[in-house]
C-alpha cells in the first residue's frame, strides 16, 4: 500500500500555511506571516507546493484544512478553498482544531507538563482557548474565554499547567499561580499530520455540504448609526 499523501491547509491564526506530507513525514511547507493577505496568499502557496513537491490533486489522498477557532476572514478564506479543492478532485475533507494543531506542536516541542492550554487572542481580554492532556486528548473543549485572575485555578491545582498561542500574554499579565508555565510556540498547517492520520484511520471525514469553520463564538461587528 502506497504512503498516504495530504495537502494540509491553515489560515485560522495570524501566521497562514500550506503542508504537503507523505506517509508520516512532511515534504515541503509554505508559510505567510501577513495574517490581512491570506485571501491571496493561499491558492498561489498551494499551487507552489504542489510543483515544489511534485504532486497533482489527483495523487492526494486527503484534505486537511484547520476549521478554527480564529481570524473570522482566514477560517472563511481556508474552508472555502479546502472544499473547493475536496470537491474539484473527488477527496475527503478532513477538519482539525486550530487549538488542537497548536497543541500538537506544542507537545512535539517541549517537555511534558500536565496541562496543555491554548490561547487565541480575540476581543479585549478574551481569550479562544482549550485544555489538552499530555496525550493530546482534549479535556475541556474549545470555548471563548473571558479572563479574569482565577480564571485556571481549577487547573493549576491539579499540577503544572503549560499556557502558549497570541492570547498567553493577556493570561501572563495577571496570573500569579506557581503552576502557570508560558512558553512560545512554532506551528504551521503541517502539525495537523498525526491528528490527520488518527481522523483518516477511523474514516472520520466531514462532509462537504455541511462543513462549516468554528468562529468560537458569533461574528460581529460595528454598525454606523444613521445621522
Known amino acids: 500500500m502506497s504512503e498516504l499523501q495530504l495537502l494540509h491547509i491553515d489560515t485560522s491564526t495570524?501566521?497562514?500555511?500550506?503542508a504537503f506530507s507523505k506517509g508520516n513525514a512532511i515534504i515541503g511547507c509554505i508559510t505567510n506571516p501577513q495574517p490581512k493577505d491570506h485571501g491571496s496568499f493561499l491558492q498561489p502557496a498551494i499551487e507552489k507546493l504542489m510543483q515544489t513537491c511534485n504532486f497533482t490533486g489527483n495523487q492526494l489522498d486527503a484534505i486537511v484544512v484547520a476549521e478554527g477557532p480564529g481570524s473570522y476572514t482566514g477560517l472563511r478564506?481556508?474552508?472555502?478553498?479546502?472544499?473547493?479543492l475536496a470537491f474539484a478532485w473527488r477527496?475527503?475533507?478532513?477538519?482539525?482544531?486550530?487549538?488542537?494543531?497548536?497543541?500538537?506542536?506544542?507537545i512535539q516541542q517541549n517537555p511534558s507538563f500536565k496541562y496543555w492550554i491554548p490561547m487565541i487572542d480575540a476581543r479585549r481580554m478574551e481569550v479562544f482557548t482549550a485544555v489538552f492532556d499530555i496525550q493530546g486528548n482534549e479535556v475541556l473543549a474549545s470555548?471563548?474565554?473571558?479572563?479574569?485572575?482565577?480564571?485556571?485555578?481549577?487547573?493549576?491545582?491539579?499540577?503544572?499547567?503549560?499556557?502558549?498561542?497570541?492570547?498567553?500574554?493577556?493570561?501572563?499579565?495577571?496570573?500569579?499561580?506557581k503552576n502557570a508555565v508560558f512558553i512560545d510556540v512554532s506551528y504551521h498547517a503541517g502539525d495537523m499530520l498525526t491528528i490527520a492520520l488518527n481522523k483518516w484511520e477511523r474514516k472520520a471525514f466531514s462532509e462537504l455540504e455541511s462543513a462549516v469553520p468554528f468562529y468560537g463564538k458569533e461574528f460581529y461587528t460595528t454598525v454606523q448609526k444613521l445621522k
Do not use: R
Not at 91 to 106: E, G, H, Q, R
Not at 147 to 161: A, K, P, Q, T
Open 143 to 177: 470555548n471563548a474565554l473571558i479572563l479574569n485572575d482565577s480564571s485556571y485555578n481549577d487547573w493549576l491545582e491539579m499540577g503544572v499547567c503549560c499556557f502558549f498561542g497570541s492570547g498567553s500574554s493577556k493570561w501572563k499579565s495577571i496570573c500569579q499561580h
Open 14 to 18: 495570524d501566521l497562514g500555511s500550506v
Open 91 to 106: 477527496k475527503p475533507l478532513i477538519t482539525v482544531s486550530t487549538l488542537a494543531l497548536m497543541t500538537n506542536a506544542a
Open 77 to 84: 478564506v481556508a474552508m472555502a478553498s479546502a472544499k473547493g
